[in-house]
């Protein structure tokens, strides 16, 4: 076994905690779609608060359902002050829960 090994720890959350309720008929099929990371057949799959606000951006700008729209509209301030407090505290994103 190797010493001094450097073990790392970090916070996360997982991203069921922070995507609102009424966006999970469509939000995570959405993402998944040109997603700059991978996820689903890891125990943790672990993304920066920044990075994922970024593939957000692009994903809530193609949605054109007027319905889904309005739903972004009303969720969408919350979500992204929730994503600049995890960015400032660095606190990552697990998106496998």
């Not at 069921?16 to 991978?38: L, R």
């Not at 608060?49 to 970024?54: P, V």
Request: charge should be negative; charged fraction near 25%; proline fraction near 2%.
């Amino acid at each position: 076994m190797k010493k001094d090994l450097n073990i790392q720890t970090c916070k996360f959350v997982e991203v069921s905690s922070i995507v609102p309720k009424e966006w999970t008929g469509w939000f995570y099929s959405a993402i998944s779609q040109d997603a700059p990371f991978s996820w689903g057949d890891n125990n943790r799959t672990m993304v920066d608060a920044q990075s994922f606000a970024n593939h957000i951006d692009e994903v809530l700008s193609y949605q054109d359902d007027e319905e889904t729209v309005s739903n972004i509209e009303e969720h969408q301030d919350a979500f992204y002050d929730t994503l600049n407090y995890l960015g400032a505290k660095k606190i990552y994103i697990d998106l496998e829960n």
